[in-house]
């Protein structure tokens, strides 16, 4: 029987505006996924939009057509017909009110908000921008072009940490030779996310290093990055993005941490928290959910609104739980808060 994916057909048949959301502190899945789709409707002559709320990061400023997202004093007053968020569990992670006559995810997370039968969502995919790939073969793959294929290359490296992580297999492997094919060079992706920090994010870097913990027994490890500090570096918030991997590399941890302070629009702090693990050692997306938030198995998040030592404890405390699950013998006991 031939595969039948019901938000290809929508697409095709759309008459009307289309929104293509990204969500929240974008990464490159989830711009790479977006900007891989605006293209191609383009090539069909689709009314089609790329939205974010916050501004694109440098690391992801190379990708095609990356100048024409949106950002919300674009999307004042505005409605669309059709309103797609993709490599999210929902609209809420666009954390910003979309107004539109039918809603749509394309994701591979686990979990998550539904919206009905033009939902396309794969929980086996590394990537979300392999499940794009998918659906515009499905469509036409003819009209996949260097630029898509740049788009869609991008979003599977960074989900797979550039084939690092236990998410890559010989299909992921199979798949970027694909889109290899259409010429898309590894090593100008490669360059344009790993070497063109700047020097306040390596400040940045070197101040979040020098504040590093470790915890339970050293099976934690994090970082805090506060206002004061990316004041005093001259950083960015998008300059935190990844930092979370530097306490995930220590020997002996089983879950990393990044929290971050992020400035709400009314001034005030809120603690942004990036979750890591290892491998098949712990499951950070059950750490996150019970704080509100979710994700992967080996990378999740979530927010907490306390002030530094409560939202740490409440997190430490979280991890803790997930923790002694793999120990119900022996007890991990929460080691004194330091900051």
């Not at 996924?33 to 383009?42: E, M, N, P, V």
Request: proline share 2%; charged share 25%.
């Amino acid at each position: 029987m031939e595969k039948v994916v019901p938000l290809a057909k929508k697409l095709l048949e759309e008459r009307g505006s289309i929104l293509l959301v990204c969500h929240e502190n974008p990464d490159g899945d989830t711009l790479g996924s977006a900007l891989a789709l605006y293209i191609f409707l383009k090539k069909l002559n689709k009314d089609v939009y790329v939205f974010c709320k916050d501004n694109i990061p440098k690391f992801a400023q190379f990708l095609p057509r990356v100048d024409e997202v949106l950002h919300p004093k674009d999307l004042e007053g505005k409605f669309f017909d059709l309103a797609i968020i993709v490599d999210a569990s929902g609209f809420k992670r666009a954390n910003f009110e979309i107004s539109s006559n039918c809603k749509a995810r394309i994701d591979h997370h686990v979990g998550g908000d539904f919206y009905g039968l033009y939902d396309f969502v794969d929980y086996s995919y590394a990537s979300t921008t392999l499940l794009v790939y998918e659906l515009l073969k499905y469509i036409n793959k003819d009209l996949i072009d260097k630029d898509i294929a740049l788009c869609l290359y991008t979003g599977l490296c960074t989900d797979t940490g550039f084939f690092r992580y236990s998410n890559t297999t010989k299909e992921v492997f199979e798949a970027a030779s694909s889109l290899c094919s259409y010429g898309v060079e590894p090593n100008y992706v490669w360059k344009n996310f790993g070497e063109r920090e700047s020097l306040s994010k390596l400040k940045l870097i070197s101040k979040a290093l020098e504040n590093l913990e470790i915890f339970h027994s050293g099976k934690t490890a994090g970082i805090i990055i506060t206002q004061g500090m990316l004041e005093e570096t001259g950083a960015l918030y998008e300059d935190t993005e990844g930092l979370v991997n530097y306490p995930r590399r220590l020997e002996g941890v089983y879950v990393a941490f990044a929290m971050i302070e992020t400035k709400k629009e009314d001034g005030n702090t809120f603690w942004r928290v990036s979750l890591r693990s290892k491998e098949e050692f712990v499951d950070v997306s059950k750490i996150a959910q019970r704080l509100g938030g979710g994700g992967h198995k080996y990378a999740s998040g979530c927010k907490l609104y306390d002030d530094m030592h409560t939202s740490l404890y409440k997190l430490l405390d979280s991890i803790a739980l997930e923790l002694n699950a793999l120990s119900k013998d022996k007890e991990l006991s929460l080691e004194e808060v330091k900051v």
